[in-house]
């Protein structure tokens, strides 16, 4: 199985400011993505995390809002900009095992938009 | 396109009696489908996946699910509920060619009272 760090785990955040969350794998996993999990919500797919390439996101989901780098297999920030409090949320990675083709999540990035 | 409806946005069970999760899905192709369980504060854990192998699956903890096609159902049971079992539990269906993209249920709450 693969073990999921997400950095920061929780943090409370200014209107108007930008945050980066960082995911780290333990092992080498096929695909990344990003998905949001607002108050009282199930969660919704933001994006896929592509190495090397742009991310693709999902219906409303847009690029300058939520820019999401992978520089390498094991490894994918997501940043929040010009955060308002409807993006109080939490932000979860997950990851697609490369043998397993079971997908694992990390315990979350709770925002909290002031 | 895939959709996946839970029937119960809470249930309350009394602590060995059995627990029924009630799941119905929609999907244009063969489905994956899953239950994952939240423990408040803690990351999604998966409790069983159907990839069309046989029908009726076992998970941990003495979970189970049986995918029924003819009833596009796929409802999660346990035979004794125990008071660790309390948590939030999704639904969650995937097409076969894109494992990581998921689409969440709203989630059942399990109460589980002593």
């Known amino acids: 199985s693969a073990v999921i760090s997400q950095k920061p785990s929780r943090d409370i955040c200014q209107r108007g400011t930008s945050l980066t969350i960082q995911c780290q794998v333990d092992?080498?996993?096929?695909?990344m993505f990003w998905y949001r999990q607002q108050p009282g919500q199930s969660l919704t797919l933001i994006a896929t995390a592509n190495q090397g390439s742009e991310a693709t996101y999902e219906s409303g989901f847009v690029i300058d809002k939520f820019p999401i780098s992978r520089p390498n297999l094991t490894f994918s920030t997501l940043t929040v900009s010009n955060m308002s409090p409807e993006d109080s949320s939490i932000y979860l990675c997950s990851a697609e095992g490369l043998n397993t083709g079971e997908l694992f999540f990390g315990e979350g990035s709770r925002l909290t938009v002031l | 396109a895939q959709s996946v409806t839970q029937l119960d946005s809470h249930v309350s069970v009394s602590e060995g009696t059995p627990v029924l999760l009630r799941c119905n899905y929609s999907s244009s192709y063969s489905p994956s489908l899953f239950w994952y369980v939240q423990h408040p504060n803690k990351g999604l854990q998966l409790l069983l996946k159907?990839?069309?192998?046989?029908?009726l699956v076992k998970g941990i903890n003495g979970f189970e699910a049986e995918f029924k096609k003819s009833e596009t159902s796929f409802h999660l049971t346990k035979p004794s509920a125990h008071m660790s079992d309390a948590a939030e539990y999704f639904c969650?269906?995937?097409?076969?060619?894109?494992?990581?993209?998921?689409?969440f249920g709203q989630g059942t709450t399990l109460q589980v009272k002593p």
């Open positions: 159907y990839t069309s192998a046989a029908t």
């Open positions: 092992s080498q996993v096929t695909m």
């Open positions: 969650v269906v995937s097409e076969r060619s894109n494992t990581g993209k998921l689409i």
